[in-house]
């Protein structure tokens, strides 16, 4: 078996129908959101940006964390973030934030037993070696360190927008009108 077919069965358990049926209950969380903030550490931060960048061609209120413009979270509110292992610092301290304000969190992760997870009110569970698990007997992905995780953070979130798209009733040419024109 080559390296591109060692990696696509790899990528198959993170694109399961159990794993994709989590799908369905974040859409619609995310749907009836009044703002979304979202955020990541790492790599697993850029994927948060990026998942940030298509609920906002979708037309949602969508924001990163940390930047200038994020507003502050309310009821009503979602706070999504990504702990792969399960536990970030930073990600445990602003999901008590958010909370504290009364807004919900979705937690992806590929630990749902973590501390961030076990805390946040809805989570998403993608089955991927992350970096906390990536030497001696824990290693499962040919990728290095949190690749897997990653790789598929960014596969099960477009197959998200897709669900978010439908549910919200947006057109691919009302997404792509709000794409930036400041490129």
């Given at each position: ?17 159990d794993v994709l049926a989590q799908l369905g209950p974040v859409a619609e969380a995310l749907a009836q959101a009044g703002r979304i903030a979202c955020y ?26 940390g930047d200038m413009t994020t507003p502050p979270l309310a009821a009503g509110d979602i706070l999504m973030v990504s702990a792969g292992p399960g536990e ?96």
């Amino acid at each position: 078996m080559d390296l591109a077919d060692r990696l696509l069965s790899e990528l198959r358990p993170g694109l399961a129908p159990d794993v994709l049926a989590q799908l369905g209950p974040v859409a619609e969380a995310l749907a009836q959101a009044g703002r979304i903030a979202c955020y990541g550490v790492g790599r697993e931060g850029l994927m948060m940006k990026a998942l940030a960048m298509r609920l906002y061609h979708l037309g949602c209120d969508a924001h990163v964390v940390g930047d200038m413009t994020t507003p502050p979270l309310a009821a009503g509110d979602i706070l999504m973030v990504s702990a792969g292992p399960g536990e970030f610092s930073t990600v445990a301290a602003l999901v008590g934030v958010a909370q504290g304000a009364g807004a919900r969190v979705i937690c992806v992760t590929a630990e749902p037993g973590g501390t961030v997870p076990q805390a946040a009110d809805l989570v998403l569970h993608i089955p991927a070696q992350t970096m906390a698990a990536d030497q001696g007997t824990a290693t499962t992905s040919i990728l290095p360190m949190g690749s897997l995780y990653e790789a598929l953070m960014f596969l099960v979130f477009e197959l998200l927008v897709l669900d978010l798209r439908d549910r919200l009733g947006i057109t691919p040419e009302a997404m792509r009108a709000n794409h930036t024109n400041l490129e």
